[in-house]
Nanobody, 120 residues
C-alpha cells in the first residue's frame, strides 16, 4: 500500500510562490507516475500536473502551464510542485497522487491534501 503525504501548503499573496512536496510511504514508488490534483471550494477536483516514473515526461493543466513545475527527487520517491505567479484562483486543497505502473494514469493512491490559499 502506498500513502502519499503532502507538505508545504500555506498562505501567500498573489504573485508569490509556494513549493509543495510529497513523500510516499508504504513502499517505493520509483516506478509509479506521480502527480497533483486540486479542489477549490464548491468546485470539482481537477488535474494540475503529472510526471512519469522516470521524470522524463511532464503534463500540465492549461491553467497552470508556464507557472507551475513538477519534478521528482533524486531517489524518485518524492515529487514536488513549484508554484510561481500564484493567482487567487489557485486557492484550493492540493492532493498528491500516485499511479501504479501501466499504460494509463489511474491515480490509485491519494494523499490527505494540503491547503493553498492565495490572497489578492
Amino acid at each position: 500500500q502506498v500513502q502519499p503525504v503532502e507538505s508545504g501548503g500555506g498562505l501567500v499573496q498573489a504573485g508569490g510562490s509556494l513549493r509543495l512536496s510529497c513523500a510516499a510511504s508504504g513502499r517505493t514508488v520509483i516506478d509509479y507516475a506521480m502527480g497533483w490534483f486540486r479542489q477549490a471550494p464548491g468546485k470539482e477536483r481537477e488535474f494540475v500536473a503529472a510526471i512519469t516514473w522516470s521524470g522524463g515526461t511532464t503534463y500540465y493543466a492549461d491553467s497552470v502551464k508556464g507557472r507551475f513545475s513538477i519534478s521528482r527527487g533524486s531517489t524518485k520517491n518524492t515529487v514536488s510542485l513549484q508554484m510561481n505567479s500564484l493567482k487567487p484562483e489557485d486557492t484550493a486543497v492540493y492532493y498528491c497522487v500516485a499511479s501504479r505502473p501501466g499504460t494509463t494514469f489511474e491515480w490509485n493512491y491519494w494523499g490527505q491534501g494540503t491547503q493553498v490559499t492565495v490572497s489578492s
